[in-house]
């Protein structure tokens, strides 16, 4: 015999409420103006010699912000990064002296910023329904880098010895990866290539880590005048990303080329499949405009004439396999920090040139796992974005794939990186609630029905 019982709705609340009461009113919106504040005025923190350094501040204030905020809708897979966050603190125990402590805090706090910024860009975006607007920040960004890459051809032997510089104790400001970070150069330059060449990298102290920041920005850059169809912002945008090629090009970050080549590919396959003409255009676009920059450019030659007269790929082999080498005995948690050998001849320390194998050897083989798969699911949800500037933005995951064995992350790349996802999620979530209207950008409202 079944018995069915139904429950009523009472009149009224049992603790004598009114049941009209109004509900709770929403959460206040979070505003824009600190991620123009940290994005926009890279130029200046890197003359201040703060770049690195204060970017983690920048987080702390975010995340003060979301926590006045409350009721913060999180994206997903962040659960896996809180492991991944928590694994990397646990590694600290493996750390040789007190005095790595210091890099190895900034790299913490530069992982725990990707995810605060993450997470703010994500509510900004989905509160607003204006995945536009949230990527004006990086669009600010993209024109400090533009320029800092034309100081960087313009006057190839800029340097400075900044404020943070000469404030650092001797102690602190000695450390090599410190002076790296605080004393900045327009450049590098390496006399044993057969062309010897001016490399731009500001505002990174290295180049590697301009052609990285390059690949990641330029599908939100994109994405954004796909967005907005009109305005001052977007002209703009459209002149520089031709301008933008000759600091880029003149980098000869090899990886920075095959990650976009993938990017591409990847967006015009799904392009095809998907029959979306836009897409597949404004690839098409891309890949004349950096063809005729080739012409005036031959990144080619001057790319084999410095892999000719180096001996980075045997540097970088040798350091991978020392990596894979120590991690046997201490596969948990790893070695806290990259460390020096006098097993390898390359100049830099066992645990870098390459996010994969920092993280596998500082912070153990569990810490790569959630690292990896964190960015696997990402690209995955955001593959299921349908709109022009929802596929751009989806293939930023796919280049920090690609880039990961040879580019280091732990820095405000992976910042920068994260903004780009973040976008994505929100707008194909976006897509998802709304299927038969198109992301509009702010000028023209939330959403506008599709023609």
Same mark, same amino acid.
């Given at each position: 015999?079944?018995?069915?019982?139904?429950?009523?709705?009472?009149?009224?609340?049992?603790?004598?409420?009114?049941?009209?009461?109004?509900?709770?009113?929403?959460?206040?919106? =979070? &505003?824009?103006?600190?991620?123009?504040?940290?994005?926009?005025?890279?130029?200046?923190?890197?003359?201040?010699?703060?770049?690195?350094?204060?970017? &983690?501040?920048?987080?702390?204030? =975010?995340?003060?912000?979301?926590?006045?905020?409350?009721?913060?809708?999180?994206?997903?897979?962040?659960?896996?990064?809180?492991?991944?966050?928590?694994?990397? =603190?646990?590694?600290?125990?493996?750390?040789?002296?007190?005095?790595?402590?210091?890099?190895?805090?900034?790299?913490?706090?530069?992982?725990?910023?990707?995810?605060?910024?993450?997470?703010?860009?994500?509510?900004?975006?989905?509160?607003?329904?204006?995945?536009?607007?949230?990527?004006? &920040?990086?669009?600010?960004?993209?024109?400090?880098?533009?320029?800092?890459?034309?100081?960087?051809?313009?006057?190839?032997?800029?340097?400075?010895?900044?404020?943070?510089?000469?404030?650092?104790?001797?102690?602190?400001?000695?450390?090599?990866?410190?002076?790296?970070?605080?004393?900045?150069?327009? /450049?590098?330059?390496?006399?044993?290539?057969?062309?010897?060449?001016?490399?731009?990298?500001?505002?990174?102290?290295? /180049?590697?880590?301009?052609?990285?920041?390059?690949?990641?920005?330029?599908?939100?850059?994109?994405?954004?005048?796909?967005?907005?169809?009109?305005?001052? =912002?977007?002209?703009?945008?459209?002149?520089?990303?031709?301008?933008?090629?000759?600091?880029?090009?003149?980098?000869?970050?090899?990886?920075?080329?095959?990650?976009?080549?993938?990017?591409?590919?990847?967006?015009?396959? %799904?392009?095809?499949?998907?029959?979306?003409?836009?897409?597949?255009?404004?690839?098409?676009?891309?890949?004349?405009?950096?063809?005729?920059?080739?012409?005036?450019?031959?990144?080619?030659?001057?790319?084999?004439?410095?892999?000719?007269?180096?001996? /980075?790929?045997?540097?970088?082999?040798?350091?991978?396999?020392?990596?894979?080498?120590?991690?046997?005995?201490?596969?948990?948690?790893?070695?806290?920090?990259?460390? /020096?050998?006098?097993?390898?001849?390359?100049?830099?320390?066992?645990?870098?040139?390459?996010?994969?194998?920092?993280?596998?050897?500082?912070?153990?083989?569990?810490?790569?796992?959630?690292?990896?798969?964190?960015?696997?699911?990402?690209?995955?949800?955001?593959?299921?974005? %349908?709109?022009?500037?929802?596929?751009?933005?989806?293939?930023?995951?796919?280049?920090?794939?690609?880039?990961?064995?040879?580019?280091?992350?732990?820095?405000?790349?992976?910042?920068? $990186?994260?903004?780009?996802?973040?976008?994505?999620?929100?707008?194909?979530?976006?897509? $998802?609630?709304?299927?038969?209207?198109?992301?509009?950008? &702010? %000028?023209?409202?939330?959403?506008?029905?599709?023609?």
């Amino acid at each position: 015999m079944t018995v069915s019982v139904t429950v009523a709705l009472a009149s009224s609340e049992p603790d004598g409420r009114d049941s009209s009461a109004s509900p709770a009113p929403p959460p206040p919106r =979070l &505003p824009r103006w600190p991620l123009l504040i940290i994005f926009g005025l890279v130029p200046l923190w890197w003359l201040a010699g703060a770049f690195y350094l204060i970017w &983690p501040l920048f987080g702390a204030v =975010l995340l003060a912000l979301l926590i006045v905020r409350g009721r913060v809708p999180l994206p997903p897979a962040t659960g896996i990064w809180l492991l991944f966050l928590t694994l990397v =603190l646990l590694s600290a125990t493996q750390l040789p002296s007190p005095v790595s402590l210091l890099p190895f805090g900034l790299r913490l706090g530069h992982y725990i910023t990707a995810l605060v910024v993450a997470v703010y860009v994500y509510v900004y975006a989905r509160e607003r329904a204006d995945v536009a607007g949230a990527l004006v &920040p990086i669009c600010a960004f993209w024109f400090g880098l533009v320029a800092l890459g034309w100081l960087g051809v313009l006057a190839p032997r800029f340097a400075l010895i900044t404020p943070v510089e000469m404030l650092l104790p001797g102690g602190i400001g000695g450390h090599p990866y410190m002076q790296d970070l605080v004393h900045i150069n327009a /450049t590098e330059y390496s006399e044993a290539a057969l062309n010897p060449i001016y490399r731009p990298t500001a505002p990174f102290p290295y /180049t590697n880590n301009y052609g990285s920041a390059y690949a990641m920005t330029l599908p939100c850059v994109v994405a954004y005048t796909m967005l907005c169809r009109r305005g001052l =912002l977007r002209l703009a945008l459209l002149i520089s990303m031709p301008l933008s090629l000759a600091p880029a090009f003149l980098t000869l970050n090899r990886v920075m080329f095959v990650s976009l080549g993938v990017g591409l590919a990847v967006l015009g396959v %799904r392009a095809a499949l998907r029959g979306n003409v836009r897409v597949g255009a404004s690839v098409v676009g891309v890949l004349v405009i950096a063809g005729l920059a080739s012409l005036v450019i031959p990144v080619a030659e001057l790319i084999n004439n410095r892999v000719e007269s180096s001996d /980075t790929n045997t540097d970088r082999f040798s350091l991978y396999a020392e990596v894979i080498r120590r991690i046997g005995d201490s596969p948990w948690l790893g070695y806290g920090a990259p460390v /020096t050998v006098d097993t390898v001849t390359a100049e830099v320390p066992v645990g870098t040139q390459g996010q994969i194998w920092m993280v596998l050897f500082s912070h153990g083989i569990p810490a790569l796992v959630c690292f990896l798969a964190w960015f696997v699911i990402v690209t995955l949800k955001t593959a299921r974005a %349908r709109s022009a500037p929802g596929q751009w933005l989806a293939v930023v995951p796919v280049i920090c794939l690609v880039q990961m064995p040879f580019y280091s992350m732990a820095d405000p790349n992976i910042t920068i $990186a994260y903004v780009g996802v973040a976008a994505a999620i929100a707008l194909a979530e976006q897509e $998802a609630r709304h299927p038969n209207v198109r992301p509009a950008g &702010p %000028r023209a409202g939330a959403v506008a029905v599709a023609a």
